[in-house]
């Protein structure tokens, strides 16, 4: 992505000098116009990863954020509402010359959408590019480490204390309410819950990181989750874990320390926590 993006912005720059040296004011225009398309571009793609970059580092999106983040999506809506008008107008064109011209349009917006894909789709790879969930930048624990202490109260009161949980075992996550991630996640961990809630071992707690007790429960009956929960608001328990990036998950041993964790949305990740979690409750203390 930065590759394409230097690309373009070198282009719009070229192009952009190329322009004043332009005697004809015809050729002027569409040389300037041809730098206004490549600066899109570069705007497009260091926009995007910009504004992905910061949020996955910092955990918070601001207006700019989100228009960065928009542009390319408005680029597609534009590109594929091109293609599909030129197209239908193709099809009623009655000479063979005009339907030819029009296709081309129709093919110009498809350009357009693919342009305006690219930059998200580069974005995506550069998320799912890291192999070592476990290991992801920011993280202070690792796997077979002790389970760093906290204490929070749960969305009804209840202290929870990691310390005062030895025997038991248990899956800790954090999220946000704002999280894409997050959202796909937790209905996973719901489904664990509803498994395993009737073993009087396991515990499980999701903690809304820089999330108020509001937030928390207006989320928790928004999406119906019956799992325990609590608000972190000044990340005091999540920053003994970690300094970015959401969701994590932990499955912490009778013994607290810690049997598995890893960060992001990963069905496979599900899948191993399930097993895991099966076997940590099959051993004894």
């Known amino acids: 992505m930065v590759v394409v993006g230097l690309v373009a912005a070198a282009i719009s720059v070229g192009w952009g000098i190329y322009a004043l040296f332009r005697k004809d004011k015809g050729q002027r225009r569409r040389t300037l116009r041809t730098s206004l398309l490549s600066f899109l571009v570069f705007a497009m793609f260091s926009g995007t990863q910009l504004s992905a970059m910061i949020v996955f580092v910092n955990d918070h999106w601001t207006p700019l954020l989100m228009v960065l983040f928009a542009l390319p999506m408005v680029v597609m809506l534009a590109g594929l ?31 357009v959408f693919g342009v305006g894909m690219a930059p998200h789709t580069a974005a995506m790879l550069m998320m799912t590019a890291v192999e070592d969930h476990s290991n992801h930048a920011g993280t202070f624990t690792n796997i077979g480490d002790p389970a760093p202490d906290f204490e929070l ?105 810690i049997v598995y964790q890893w960060t992001g949305h990963y069905e496979a990740e599900i899948a191993k926590l399930r097993k895991l ?9």
């Open 81 to 111: 509402i091109a293609s599909v008008v030129y197209g239908t107008r193709a099809l009623l064109r009655r000479t063979g010359t005009e339907r030819r011209q029009t296709v081309l349009k129709s093919l110009l917006g498809v350009v």
């Open 153 to 257: 109260a749960t969305l009804e009161g209840t202290p929870f204390h990691l310390a005062d949980l030895h025997g038991r075992v248990i899956v800790l996550n954090f999220f946000a309410t704002w999280c894409g991630p997050c959202q796909m996640e937790l209905p996973h961990l719901q489904a664990l819950w509803d498994e395993f809630r009737g073993n009087g071992d396991f515990r499980m707690l999701v903690v809304g990181s820089k999330e108020s007790d509001r937030s928390v429960k207006a989320f928790r009956q928004e999406h119906g989750f019956s799992f325990p929960m609590a608000a972190d608001p000044g990340r005091s328990a999540y920053h003994k874990f970690a300094t970015q990036y959401i969701p994590r998950t932990y499955l912490v041993s009778r013994q607290g320390t």
């Open 277 to 285: 979690l099966r076997k940590e409750l099959a051993k004894n203390d």
